[in-house]
């Protein structure tokens, strides 16, 4: 342990605003980065379920559905 | 093996490798970026000279590898693609930019913030500096340059032009440290030599680069996998899936 207290181990030696706020923009990147993988997979499989449902209630075999457009929520209502 | 790149080829025998791969990716980038962190932060002794604002290496130095390494993998990709025609290559392509572009911001902003106490400035215009804003404007080319077009084909295969085009910062970025060593320091890893670091400073750093390369694959299957769900969504496997992990 290179600290001897919790409060030295928080002022990193005077330069804590520093490494706390690089190591605190970095985790908050890497969590955002996974909590927007999650949500986005979670979106396109409820999506498709969506899709699904719909093509059973007007009797096709839902593949003429219309592919989800690569450019996101702009051409959805297509 | 042409058999066997055909198969890597298909989204839905990717999809299902991938699944199964995941979560060992997800575990390992855990592991390693926690045990990674606890001891560069708490356990790593001070550097003699800079103090404990040297633990900002801990993030700056593996999201910078990675900045560089997705911008690679993202021409690599674009190249598979514009031969073979390997969909799936663009796909991993498309997923992977975001997180390069994020990865390099926090390389600028963790070395911005470590410049402050240690040379006295946030920002100078060093080549290294200067060719790493570069690469994050090129991230942003290519972001925008897929969603500028209507046509996928055309998004794809622009995306895939302009990142074989600008995999030429790469050795730029890498060789910026030698050829104007103005402020940055030379590299503090080489594959010739051993580490002018002592084993407790630098294996934590080993440590958390192999934490954040796990994490980028971790990242790009699960996006890869999304991505798949998007482009294939009239396929009837992908129906099927849909329904059974409800």
């Given at each position: 342990m290179a600290f001897d207290s919790l409060s030295a181990f928080l002022a990193m030696g005077g330069h804590g605003v520093y490494v706390w706020a690089a190591w605190g923009v970095t985790g908050l990147l890497l969590v955002g980065v996974v909590i927007h993988a999650r949500a986005e997979r979670r979106a396109l499989l409820r999506d498709l379920r969506r899709r699904a449902r719909r093509a059973q209630y007007h009797g096709a075999?839902?593949?003429a559905a219309p592919p989800i457009s690569h450019q996101e929520g702009r051409a959805r209502e297509s | 093996m042409w058999a066997f790149i055909h198969k890597l080829g298909s989204p839905k025998w990717f999809y299902g490798i991938s699944a199964r791969l995941s979560p060992w990716f997800w575990a390992a980038a855990v592991v390693l970026i926690l045990v990674g962190s606890a001891w560069g932060l708490a356990f790593a002794p001070a550097d003699y000279?800079?103090?404990?604002?040297?633990?900002i290496i801990y993030v700056h130095v593996p999201a910078a590898f990675l900045a560089q390494s997705i911008f690679v993998s993202m021409a690599v990709a674009g190249f598979i693609f514009m031969v073979w025609k390997i969909k799936i290559a663009d796909m991993a392509a498309a997923m992977m930019a975001p997180l390069g572009a994020a990865m390099t911001f926090v390389a600028l902003f963790s070395g911005a913030v470590w410049g402050v106490?240690?040379?006295?400035?946030?920002?100078?215009?060093d080549a290294r500096l200067t060719s790493m804003l570069i690469l994050l404007f090129l991230y942003f080319g290519v972001i925008a340059l897929r969603g500028a077009f209507t046509s996928r084909d055309s998004a794809s295969r622009a995306a895939s032009v302009l990142a074989m085009v600008g995999v030429i910062n790469i050795p730029i970025i890498k060789y910026s440290v030698d050829w104007w060593y103005t402020l940055h320091q030379p590299a503090?890893?080489?594959?010739t030599s051993r580490p002018a670091m002592p084993l407790e400073m630098w294996a934590p750093l080993l440590i958390m680069v192999l934490g954040f390369y796990c994490f980028f694959i971790a990242v790009t299957l699960m996006r890869t996998r999304s991505e798949i769900l998007r482009r294939e969504a009239s396929k009837r496997w992908v129906r099927e899936l849909a329904e059974e992990v409800s």
């Open positions: 075999s839902g593949a | 000279q800079q103090g404990n604002s040297f633990r106490p240690t040379w006295g400035t946030w920002w100078m215009w503090t890893f080489s594959v």
